[in-house]
């Protein structure tokens, strides 16, 4: 099991910025990908960040060049400053960790998300 803890959220102006933090603990050793989604009122849930290696990050295409995610690999946290948001950026986000369990060949996948945090960006 992993426990996800999330910080950061809040009411900003568009334009503005804010930086989300996730603190992962218990089975961290586990851990192969930490990402952030969010949710928006009558949306699925989307990819908006994810760091799978050193040196390996994806971004989705709304927030690309405005965000950026942070991984510390030693503290096993991962967080998210957004640049210059936007009314559409509003929705809650949700630290997400995948951990891997077993061999190689017998490997099992494992998803865990935090509670979620509420970012506002009224228009």
């Known amino acids: 099991q992993v426990q996800l803890m999330e910080s950061g959220g809040g009411l900003v102006q568009p334009g503005g910025s804010l930086r989300l933090s996730c603190a992962a603990s218990?089975?961290?050793?586990?851990?192969?990908?930490m990402a952030w989604y969010r949710q928006a009122p009558g949306k699925e849930r989307e990819l908006v960040a994810k760091a799978i290696k050193p040196g390996t990050t994806e971004y989705s295409n709304a927030v690309k060049g405005r965000f950026t995610i942070f991984r510390d690999y030693g503290k096993n946290t991962v967080d998210l400053q957004m640049n210059n948001l936007k009314p559409e950026d509003t929705a809650v986000y949700y630290c997400y960790t995948q951990l891997l369990v077993g061999p190689v060949e017998r490997v099992s996948s494992f998803d865990f998300w935090g509670q979620g945090t509420q970012v506002t960006v009224p228009r």
């Open positions: 218990g089975r961290v050793r586990n851990i192969n990908t």
